[in-house]
């Protein structure tokens, strides 16, 4: 049986042309090939829900054998952050109403601003190499290309594909994934015993002055809180540009821009979005801290590796943002531009 | 025309290739062993290879390939050109041998699954894509290797099953 005849070669050959073909045509982006993903996708559904019915037993089975050990840690885990929160709830609440009376008072904008949706994660990508999940949720509920997705604990990734009901998000982690942050440096501010009464139509200017000393727990009626020491943000900070690195392996901000002011990025420094007129992404969502301060080459600059604050591993629910910047508004994006 | 193409390889592939396609985008997606997914498909199109020949290897590369790129969302045609090779080489193997037994077919679809796995980071590097070259490779090659040669005895009939080849029963073959 010989192998290469002048024929097999022929084939083989127009195969790989034919894919390099396809391939080209599918990275300068063409509607065709996108509606016959489109197409695809719908019809696979019926036979991914009857996958999932054959699936789901033995998948319970896997995870019982293989994560038992995990999840009673993790339930340890959790026990223990609840008390933790419990202890700084009251001083957080008081935190955020009086962020959003300043809010509210200098007209500024917050991510708390901005409308939601939030989305069940019905499935990620097989790939070994991507990191991305799917939502069903889609355009029918306003989510479009480039939006940001968060978790309760901060940016999980951006949108980068939308049907009319399902959406595909990649993760931060995703090697293509790339947005403008900013390093923000927290200073720790000694609290004390405070007492504080909020009088009826006291103005926001007053409040103002007291978060120059001291936390001030707005809880009507004369109430003493014992605050433990917490954190405020330091105006300062550096911006850069945050990329994933792959599964496994936590993002790094690199083309950190050199403020003097501000000093070198230091471990425990608060990474979040940077927003801009161009960015898909509003300011302030919170990503993760810098765990890692390093010098890379000469071209690189500093590099400072950050551990996101959402856990991206187990993801179910997540919150995409409808947030769409004036200059952006009615047009796509692609998915590797940094947003 | 038609007819050729009903009496081909591709119906049964694709058909097939809708159920290998969903059961990795359902189940296999969380049976990770070593956190690495374990590539049906690519399985697949290696054992179809390594059942089937070079040309018929490489054709269900190709078309399962496609398929999975579809519905991945990965850029079409990267899954083409990895699969196309996986089933390729793990064809090409067969020239060691006239009628390979179960360990030796065994031993070419991991061949053929190891290469079509070590071409995705290359075919993604061709495209632009930066970052992929890590040392986890080390943990996925090895992983989707073993895991493909594993359902190998599975896969190997079911290739050629689609691939429309019979198996020769050299006993029952006559002397010229």
Known sequence: MSLYTPGRRRAILLLLLSSLLILTIDLRGNALLDGIRSGYNQAMRPFESAAEVVARPVRNAWRGITRYDDLEAENQRLREQIQAMQANDIVARASIAQYYELLAYFELESPGSYDRVVAYVVGQTPSNLDQVIEINKGTNDGIREGMAVISPNGVVGKVTDASSDRSRVMLITDTRYAVQVKVVRPEPVTTTTTTTTTLPGATPASVLDTTTSTTVATVPGATTTVAPTTTLPDPQRETGELAGRGPGESPEVIFVADTPGFGLPEVGDIVSTSGGSLSLAPADLPIGRVVEVRQGSPAQGLIVVVEPYANLDDLEFVQVILYTPERESGTNTTSTQPD | ????????????????????????????????????????????????????????????????????????????????????????VAGYSLSITVDPQWWLAMIFTGIGAAVGETMVPVVRSFIGEEGHFTPRLFTVIPVVTVAAMILSPLFVPLGRWCMRVKKVDWTKVKAP
Do not use: H, N
């Open chain 2, 1 to 88: 025309m038609f007819a050729s193409l009903v009496q081909g390889p591709l119906p049964r592939l694709v058909l097939v290739g809708i159920m290998l396609v969903a059961l990795q985008e359902t189940l296999f997606i969380d049976l990770r062993p070593a956190a690495v997914t374990i590539q049906v498909v690519l399985a697949l199109a290696a054992a179809a290879g390594a059942a089937a020949g070079p040309q018929k290897g490489a054709l269900a590369g190709f078309v399962l390939g496609m398929m999975y790129d579809l519905r991945a969302g990965s850029p079409l045609g990267s899954s083409s050109l990895s699969m196309g090779l996986g089933g390729f």
